[in-house]
């Protein structure tokens, strides 16, 4: 595999982390205040969700007080281009633990990824679920996200009504019962009609084709949060004591913090409805504790960070929420971010992944050179430090008011011409910097 073909893997995956951000639930509802030209509202599409031109825009007939606008933020064109290459098939908006994870499947390859939604600020992600992880012990969110695994099998309803409701009040099924029934108002999942076999009934068992079974290998990404729920997927469906990779095909985490040493807890109710999921956790984190390092059984894992200088040593903070916990073995990904405060950030991630993509295209044309990871962060290096030299000399004019327009003009031509001639400089810096394979660190 060439580095441009890991950078775009990288990338992909990158985005269809960020796109697990989306509120798919809210497709087929009606904004509350945009038009089109005859006046009538707008529905809300997939590409909508994402887009950021509605960003901030109410949604009509939610039924929520909080969480009742999109936060789409890819650009139109991106998420015009996203949806022409995946399928959205089922998403679970967030659960009472916080929880939201969506399946999709590349329509060319046909492969699965399954994407977890990470923190979202002042909710319980933030208050609850990522105190958990500082104290080193298993998130709440772990439990849903294997009912939401074992839902999209099939193995357990998305809906249930009260006439299915269990006589014995003190049973396992009646608390699993109770808790798919209160989902379904308050977080019913959405689900794509080709997967529902009559569309304007609900999603029961039998009315549900389930896309995957339990042997269908996944992808999972995730970012902070969700990187980390990702690692505690694959501890749970692969056995790294044996070298069993089971349904785990890739992994892939962006500033996430480490899943590996997570203490489990004893729980009957995940031994009665995920036995094998939870037996398999069990195993890992006692086989992982004995070694006391990351047993590599040839999961392709990757773990993608970012630094907000040129200069990685023992001492670096990038990203301080990836410093927590201890990974599953993979291989580590460095990625230069420009600021200290947003070097967190799934969108620039995605972005620098998105440049060193385009930086890469005019030099794998003619097959003669192939850059790695640590040479495009040390080419686009000088072009922030230049890009910002011209927004402080933009301010200063702005300051003075004096030759504003002609102050803007002069920094937008700037900001283009570096880009349009950054292929050009690509090729006559290239000489000068190593041909390596990609360096990833272990």
Not at 174 to 184: D, F, I, V
Request: net charge positive; with cysteine; hydrophobic share 35%.
């Amino acid at each position: 595999m060439s580095n441009k073909q890991q950078i775009q893997k990288l990338r992909d995956n990158a985005e269809l982390a960020q796109a697990a951000y989306g509120y798919f639930h809210f497709i087929g509802k009606e904004f509350k205040d945009k038009k089109d030209e005859q006046g009538n509202l707008l529905t809300i599409t997939h590409t909508g969700i994402l887009d950021l031109t509605y960003k901030g825009c109410k949604v009509k007939d939610t039924g929520l007080i909080f969480d009742d606008e999109l936060k789409g933020d890819f650009a139109p064109l991106q998420a015009q281009n996203f949806f022409e290459k995946y399928d959205l098939l089922i998403h679970q908006p967030n659960t009472e633990s916080g929880f939201s994870a969506t399946l999709f499947q590349n329509k060319e390859s046909k492969e699965y990824t399954l994407a977890i939604r990470s923190t979202e600020m002042f909710s319980k992600d933030m208050w609850i679920t990522d105190l958990q992880l500082v104290a080193g012990v298993l998130p709440n969110q772990y439990k849903d996200m294997l009912l939401f695994y074992y839902q999209c099998i099939g193995k357990i309803p998305f809906f249930v009504d009260k006439d299915s409701m269990p006589q014995d009040r003190k049973s396992q099924e009646y608390k699993l019962w109770k808790k798919l029934y209160n989902r379904n108002e308050k977080c019913r999942p959405y689900i794509t009609e080709s997967l529902l076999k009559d569309s304007k009934a609900n999603p029961t068992q039998d009315n549900f084709t389930p896309p995957i079974n339990s042997t269908t290998k996944l992808t999972i990404t995730g970012h902070s949060l969700g990187g980390c729920l990702a690692q505690l997927f694959a501890l749970s469906f692969a056995r790294y004591d044996t070298g069993d990779r089971g349904i785990i095909h890739e992994v892939y985490t962006y500033n996430s913090p480490g899943a590996r040493k997570l203490k489990p807890y004893e729980n009957k109710d995940m031994r009665a409805l995920y036995p094998q999921a939870y037996e398999n956790l069990m195993a890992n984190y006692y086989f992982h504790k004995d070694k006391n390092e990351g047993i590599d059984i040839g999961i392709p894992t990757y773990h993608i960070e970012t630094r907000h200088n040129e200069k990685a040593n023992k001492y670096y903070i990038g990203s301080p929420i990836a410093l927590l916990g201890e990974d599953i073995a993979g291989l580590y990904v460095m990625v230069n971010n420009k600021k200290f405060w947003k070097s967190h950030l799934i969108t620039h991630l995605t972005r620098y992944l998105y440049l060193f993509e385009y930086l890469l295209s005019p030099i794998n044309q003619n097959g003669q050179w192939n850059w790695d990871i640590d040479n495009l962060n040390r080419f686009i290096a000088p072009i922030k430090k230049l890009m910002k030299k011209l927004k402080m000399i933009a301010k200063e004019v702005k300051k003075k008011k004096t030759y504003l327009k002609l102050g803007v003009k002069l920094h937008c031509l700037a900001y283009f011409l570096i880009l349009f001639l950054s292929q050009e400089i690509v090729y006559f810096s290239v000489r000068y910097l190593q041909k390596d394979s990609m360096r990833i660190h272990k």
